[in-house]
């Protein structure tokens, strides 16, 4: 049996191999000869070599990455809690403007309301003593008037009855 696979090993040309004795010599599956050893050399090189070349500065990349990144949420985090309170203490301003704009507002509307009160008052006890002053101007009129008119009365029932009576 195993010349008949170092025979299909040989017809194909993989793992087999013609001494110059002509023997046929069939390679195993580990052969330790000198190969081995640059193989394993090479590995060994790798494991030590590579951690120190490309690990060990990509992880520091990556971490100093993520300290940035943390470092930029850390900041962004504080931005935005220092924005909410400008943003509330500008609110509070503002109310605390309109409410004192408003009571300023209310505080003008009475005072005018006062004004034009005093003015209406004044008008009225104005026109109140105009109105008096014509009607006593009236009543004076009217009662020389009325004496005027007695006057004239009496002189004209004089003209009349010396009419009537001459003739």
Known sequence: MPFAFA????MSGFGSAVAPSGTLHVAGLIDLDATL???LVLFLTLVFVLPGLIFEPLLAR???REERTAGARSDADHMRHSADAEVKAYEDATN????RAMDERGQLRMAASKTADAILDKARE???HKLEAGVTTLTRSMEAARVELH???ARI???IAKK???G
Not at 7 to 10: E, G, L, N, V
């Open 62 to 64: 990556l971490e100093q």
């Open 37 to 39: 050893f640059i193989h």
């Open 157 to 159: 029932s004089l003209v």
């Open 126 to 128: 104005d026109s109140s």
């Open 151 to 153: 006057d004239e009365a």
């Open 96 to 99: 605390a403007a309109k409410k």
């Open 164 to 166: 009537v009576v001459e």
């Open 7 to 10: 025979r299909i090993c040989f």
